[in-house]
């Protein structure tokens, strides 16, 4: 019985021992592996004035029509 309980420990330090060495090389390699620097800065966008109703707008949101800057406004591209 004795010799039955000191494995039992044997093995749950060795499993242990396991568990602790798994997180110690995944803190290892999380470390070593460069964090993903995200960047989220978006380049200032131009911003444009429309050439119908005179608001402004970012360039991707705007339209060149006839060789004049329009807004996406319905109202602006219907003319
Ligand atoms: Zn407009």
């Known amino acids: ?6 494995m039992a420990r044997i093995l749950i330090l060795i499993i242990l021992g396991w568990i602790l060495y798994q997180v110690i090389k995944r803190m290892a390699t999380s470390a070593d592996s460069k964090p993903n620097i995200k960047s989220e800065e978006k ?37």
């Open 43 to 79: 380049p200032e966008e131009k911003i444009v004035q429309c050439a119908n109703c005179g608001c402004h707008v970012p360039e991707s949101e705007s339209i060149i029509k006839n060789n004049q800057i329009i807004c996406n406004n319905p109202e602006c591209l219907k003319k």
């Open 1 to 6: 019985m004795e010799l039955k309980l000191f």
